[in-house]
């Protein structure tokens, strides 16, 4: 009589053992593929930065010194370039950050910044070149005159042996970390051409340690008792919007993803971020927890707030076939970035996603029209940007663990279509970069 029910106990033992090997399978999947995804990127810039290396012209150096015509490698320590004038006169020298900097990421990618110095020695201004930064923080530092002032005057041992906070060296406003790598690129610079290197380590700072803060919160709600505490939870929410969205500003986003795939991870400059967004693709990978969409995002918050305020009667049913289609949106913008960051094309991947609208200062137009359209849809569909429109909510989404009942997911084939797409990218790109500029 014992045995059919130890035969059904047996059963259903070995279907749960099959099944946690299903899910240690799939969730391996998912992570070497984005870690492949990663790499690819990764290595595709770095060739195309070794190989396509920008040396500085003579119109560059003009805006320092007008009367440059000719510039000739300096073979000494200093590795930069004499300046000549039309009568072969030394009239000074420049230098360039990069690729001696290009382990100094600001807030999403490298700054590769220009020094040109007078006929004395002495510093005459700086500018800078080009940046993997986002368009609009690398705008900002170009357009503040007292901090490219910061090295006027100063002679190369002087800068070189400068201690960037002990001379109270703050950032331009609203871009402080890609400034500040420019601030760090220049002194690393100096001091590698007097041959030692600039000390560089992880800088905290008090936003570090608020983001550090925010996720052990956030963590806190998700995984004790106080996840259904609701006062708990709109204090927090205050928290996440007043100083994640409107001081710091340090959200999670396609555009900070994709610069430190590209140019490497901000360790130096921005510990505390380094850690927030390990936490945040960690934990919902092993816990299945989405602690960063639930508790932390400052637009997610304002959703919920708005569902919770507007009137029963402003809902809206989206048509099944409509609602179906959606759903593809997140993962096709997806698709959009990994081939924006793989081709040579000019686009400030922050205006893609609304999360910089909360920084009203640096805020860009396509960013506050994304946040404005975002936030009435949701006041008709409940929280409608996160689920029709986010790419980083899809991404999280993708490498989020369903337990025991996981199984392979539609995202999953997005995640083999893009590494595909990617490595044929990395591998064929001088092909079809040759085929774009014909066409």
Known sequence: MTAPA????????????????????????????????????????????????????????????????????????????????????????????????????????????????????????????????????????????????IWNGMTWSEVAEMDLEAAGIEGVSGA??????????????????????????????LEDLGLLGAIVLGIFLSFTKL???????????????????????????????????????????APGMVLFVAAVLIVPWGTQKPVYCQQICPHGVVQEWILRWRPKNWHVAINLDLHRGLLWLPGLLLGFVAILVMLPISF???????????????????TICVAIVGLIASCFIPKAYCRYGCPTGALLETIRSHGKRDSWRRSDLGVALVLIMVATLRYRYEWIHNWLYDF
């Open 6 to 149: 130890d035969q059904t106990e047996s059963a259903q033992a070995e279907r749960e053992r099959l099944a946690g090997h299903r899910v240690v399978l799939l969730q391996t999947y998912r992570l070497l593929a984005l870690f492949a995804i990663c790499w690819l990127i990764r290595d595709h810039h770095v060739r195309q930065r070794v190989l396509g290396e920008q040396p500085v012209s003579i119109p560059e150096v003009q805006f320092f010194l007008t009367n440059a015509a000719s510039l000739k490698h300096d073979h000494g320590p200093h590795a930069g370039m004499f300046v000549h004038d039309v009568d072969g006169n030394q009239i000074g020298y420049v230098v360039r950050t990069m690729p001696d900097a290009s382990n100094i990421i600001g807030y999403c990618g490298t700054t590769d910044t220009m020094v040109a110095l007078k006929a004395d020695g002495n510093v005459k201004g700086i500018n800078v070149r080009s940046s993997e930064d986002t368009v609009k923080h690398a705008e900002d530092v170009m357009l503040d005159w007292s901090f490219k002032r």
């Open 176 to 205: 402080t970390l890609t400034s500040m790598a420019v601030a760090r690129g220049v002194v690393h610079r100096f001091a590698a051409g007097e041959g030692r290197e600039a000390k560089i380590t992880p800088q905290w700072e």
């Open 227 to 269: 996840r259904g505490r609701v006062r708990a939870r709109r204090w927090f929410q205050l928290f996440v919007l007043g100083y994640i969205g409107l001081i710091s500003g340090d959200l999670l986003a396609q555009s900070l993803l994709a610069g430190w795939t590209k140019s490497g991870i901000a360790w130096q400059l």
């Open 348 to 366: 400030d991947l922050a205006g893609l996603e609304p999360f910089d609208a909360y920084l009203l200062t640096s805020a860009g137009t396509a």
